[in-house]
Nanobody, 115 residues
Framework: QVQLVESGGGLVQPGESLRLSCQAS???????YAWYRQAPGLQRELVAS???????DFVDSVKGRFTISRDNAINAVYLQMTTLKPEDTAVYYC??????????WGQGTQVTVSS
């Protein structure tokens, strides 16, 4: 049974930074890691993704501010968020896709950016 555990959310002021972590337990060969977010009243959106080989992609609104990285050896993915803005406030979810195409989701971690 694969489970994803996220950590690192919290309350910060505009301009500050946070680092989210997500690690899988159980047997999984992850080929794609991703972070999504969902703000109240909005649809869940893809924020950033990284392949096993290290190819990355970001939504335009976070380019230059967020960095995604992964550790294939422990099936972990990280999201370094800098220069946070109030509009980054959301519940952040990690997703890992295995080599069978199955998607696994974390439980979500709240990020609140407010002065």
């Amino acid at each position: 049974q694969v489970q994803l555990v996220e950590s690192g959310g919290g309350l910060v002021q505009p301009g500050e930074s946070l680092r989210l972590s997500c690690q899988a337990s159980g047997s999984i060969f992850t080929i794609n890691y991703a972070w999504y977010r969902q703000a109240p009243g909005l649809q869940r959106e893809l924020v950033a993704s990284i392949t096993r080989d290290g190819n990355t992609d970001f939504v335009d609104s976070v380019k230059g501010r967020f960095t995604i990285s992964r550790d294939n050896a422990i099936n972990a993915v990280y999201l370094q968020m800098t220069t946070l803005k109030p509009e980054d406030t959301a519940v952040y979810y990690c997703k890992q896709r295995d080599h069978y195409g199955r998607d696994y989701w974390g439980q979500g971690t709240q990020v609140t950016v407010s002065s």
